[in-house]
């Protein structure tokens, strides 16, 4: 499979985007998820979905503004960012993880990942 992230971009504090991740080939992972990496700093997770059944989980960070979804066909992933601070400027990656449930929120447990899109926050 490959994963594929797109939509980044400059946004002012209080603004929203919605980033893509197109999936292509045969998804066999447990879950897919966001994750970003701001300069200096350590990868950290931004949310995921459940393959099968379609959970979601979110870190604390962007819980009530942020929203992970998927199309019908299992061919894209979004996130939609709302209520965007200066603290979620980062590279954003969709990647993929086939560990359990509990390891969900550590970035080193998924094992195939895509190109990253910048995302800017700034007045």
């Known amino acids: 499979v490959q994963l594929q992230a797109s939509g980044g971009g400059l946004v002012q504090p209080g603004g929203s985007l919605r980033l893509s991740c197109a999936i292509s080939?045969?998804?066999?992972?447990?879950?897919i998820g966001w994750l970003r990496q701001a300069p200096g700093k350590e990868r950290e997770f931004v949310a995921a979905m459940r393959w099968f059944g379609g959970h979601t989980y979110y870190a604390d960070s962007v819980k009530g503004r942020f929203t992970i979804s998927r199309d019908n066909a299992k061919r894209w992933v979004y996130l939609q960012m709302n209520g965007l601070k200066p603290e979620d400027t980062a590279i954003y990656y969709c990647a993929s993880s086939n560990g359990i449930t509990s390891s969900v929120y550590t970035p080193t447990m998924y094992n195939r990942w895509g190109q990253g899109t910048l995302v800017t926050v700034s007045s």
């Open positions: 080939g045969q998804f066999s992972g447990s879950f």
